[in-house]
């Protein structure tokens, strides 16, 4: 249990447990006593803390993705390269660059005048549905939030797709079928929850969406019930 695959997945679990904490206590307290609203600090608390654990988890899969690839692909080298001076600092910084991302997306957002009858169109604090009922421009944390795409949704799914092209053709080249399944198992999970994780938030993130022009705060059913993949499902679904 001291192999760097464990070390990593343990991150993962203590993530997935701040993840849901800092979002479904929030849900499940509105549906059973109806009480629908939150302070703006608390918001912008959940807000940061839900962004900063999405963001950690993109870097941490693509992270996981790589030692996967190096114990399939070169696992004479593995105890080398996947040594405590390299998996420790790849963790910390996976928990650093998402953190920093959170920090500056929240900034932005709640420096934002708020007008209107700031009614949430959301299950929680979602920075989509928060942005909407800006009563200035955001075209600002439109750019950034396409930047963070690329950094956090796009560099990793094709570090991860690299990965796992050089993983499957490794394993194709092993010459008994049990060995192909041995291989193939100790990737699987991996590859279903990060085609659940990145898939939901592409659809949520990968075309920002900028504020309704007319101030309306209409906002698709599949808006709101996608985001419950990456912040319940998937972290259901990680310790299976």
């Known amino acids: 249990l001291h192999t760097p695959m464990y070390f990593l997945l343990r991150n993962l679990s203590f993530l997935d447990i701040c993840y849901t904490t800092s979002s479904v206590p929030l ?4 549906f059973l006593t109806r009480q629908m609203t ?12 839900s ?3 999405a963001g950690t988890e993109c870097v941490l899969l693509s992270m996981m993705a790589f030692d996967r690839y190096v114990a399939i692909c070169k696992p004479l080298r593995y105890p080398m390269v996947m040594s405590k001076a390299a998996y420790i600092p790849m963790a910390a910084s996976s928990w650093t660059i998402g953190g920093a991302a959170s920090v500056v997306h929240t900034t932005l957002t709640i420096q934002l005048p708020f007008c209107g009858d700031n009614i949430i169109n959301h299950f929680t604090c979602e920075i989509l549905a928060v942005l909407k009922l800006a009563c200035a421009d955001i075209s600002i944390n439109v750019i950034s939030m396409g930047v963070t795409n690329v950094i ?17 053709a490794t394993i194709l080249r092993i010459p008994s079928a049990e060995g192909k399944k041995k291989a193939f198992s100790t990737c699987s999970a991996h590859l279903t929850v990060v085609i659940i994780f ?4 592409f659809f949520m993130y990968g075309k920002p969406k900028s504020k309704d022009p007319l101030g309306t705060d209409e906002q698709d059913l599949s808006d709101k019930l996608i985001p419950l993949f990456y912040g319940v499902v998937t972290p259901m679904l990680n310790p299976l």
Do not use: K
């Open 27 to 30: 849900v499940l307290n509105g």
């Open 152 to 168: 956090f949704l796009g560099v990793p799914v094709l570090f991860i797709s690299f990965s796992y092209v050089f993983i499957i």
């Open 51 to 53: 962004f900063a654990m």
């Open 198 to 201: 990145y898939g939901t938030l």
């Open 38 to 49: 939150i302070s703006f600090s608390a918001c912008a608390v959940q807000m940061s803390l």
